[in-house]
């Protein structure tokens, strides 16, 4: 899709959603009315005004309709995701449920709301949603309260959740949260893309090359097939084929070699061919001294993850899915709570979770039981290396002629991302010299300066 045409969508997006946003906040403020009104009626033989209908956004192509349609929404389900929203994107209409109760003088409790700290409008919490969909009805207010239960989609799914509340306050006082992807897709019609902070420690990490650019021996390469396969008939075999109470929502694979054998590149280029983004997590950020911290963290990730379709990708994962400790301590006891709690959040999770070691084993064996795949990164073999030596220079340098590049193959054994290595250092000092020459002495340097790092000797 070029930039014009994206361009387009994105205007189009726009106004559709602003269309169908227009129709629905016209429906919340007639719902709020109803609610009040026959809430408030002065007699109860009143008869009480019947309940608005809801627009029908049947035939409309917006983000909003579209999500109304996938999620399978009902009425009570839709009234509290537009409630959610409201303070976003029209604050003032809930400006009537600040309402003061004149027997007590300050707000009708049943209203719910917050005040926020920079926010002064009604913030609406789950004590709102409810009292517009069941009133003073103790069993509808039962019934519609379970929407907010960890089971509900809107929790399955990431869509909508309750704040958290202080110890002893009641749940329903907890402020309807949209989760921030789905506000942005129906206030823009784009998709969130995260940003790298302390809740969300991950980078999204993508790649300019092609499956050609990845060499590696055949069986390597038809286990990634596997992954590729996964992630494609993903959906049609645990629902089309009736699969999903048989196997686990997700794939978790073992990606074990040495450094710069192309397990960075390899998650790269399954997220380019099945349009699936791909996160990076920064274990620096998420592994904490402090019991629970690290449990936390990791909770946020998946959290944000899930029913996304991204791949998540672990590097120098030993920090987190290492060998459990035998139980000497309370340290060590928790620890192994850390490792347990990992296994189950992989296990739960929808999509694709990449692990990335040095050494298998390194890995403790109940996470290696549980993974669907160990794919292992070997060193290349001499031909590999050759193929890569030939592949890594730009196209507008030339070879010195005493470039021997088989004997460069056959004589150090190295890794390709060794190998990207010499070739940008070879490359600047070329540049440095303003040729394109590329020269063996050059080459040679490079290649001391990899095997010291490595703690080796040509």
Partial sequence: MDAATNHDRVVNGLGDNARDL???LEWLARVIQARNEGYFRANAEDQAPSAPVAPDLSLSDSPYARFLRESE?????????????????RPQLLDILWSRNEATQRGFTEFGGLHGNHHGGFIPTGETALFLLAGDDLAARFHHARMFDSDHSFARQNILSLSATADGEPILAGALTLAPEWRQRFTTGLEDKPKFDAKFPAHRIETQLGWNALILPRATLEQIEEIKDWISHRHRLLHEWEMAAKLRPGFTCLFQGPPG??????????????????YKIDLSM????????TEKNLARIFDRAE????????????????????????????????????????????GVVILASNLKTNI???????????INFPMPRPEERLRIWRNAFSPKTVLHPAVNMPRLAETYEISGGTIMNVVRFSSLRALSRNENVIL???????????????GRVM
């Avoid at 998420?286 to 911290?293: A, Q």
């Avoid at 403790?364 to 160990?374: H, I, K, Q």
């Fill in 364 to 374: 403790d064996e109940a996470f290696l039981r549980r993974f669907d795949s160990v």
């Fill in 22 to 24: 227009e129709l629905e």
């Fill in 73 to 89: 929404a009902g009425l009570s389900e839709r009234l509290v995701v537009l409630l959610a929203l409201t303070p976003h994107i």
């Fill in 440 to 454: 063996l002495d050059e080459l040679e340097e490079g290649l001391r300066r990899e095997y010291l790092k490595e």
């Fill in 261 to 278: 054998t192309g397990k960075t590149l390899s998650a790269c280029l399954l997220g380019k061919h099945c349009g699936c983004p791909v």
């Fill in 307 to 350: 029913q996304k379709g991204w791949i998540l990708f672990f590097d120098e994962a030993d920090a987190l899915f290492g060998r459990r400790t035998r139980v000497d301590s309370s340290h060590d006891r928790y620890a192994n709570q850390e490792s347990s709690f990992l296994l189950q959040r992989i296990e739960d999770f929808d």
């Fill in 286 to 293: 998420i592994v904490s001294k402090y019991i629970g911290e």
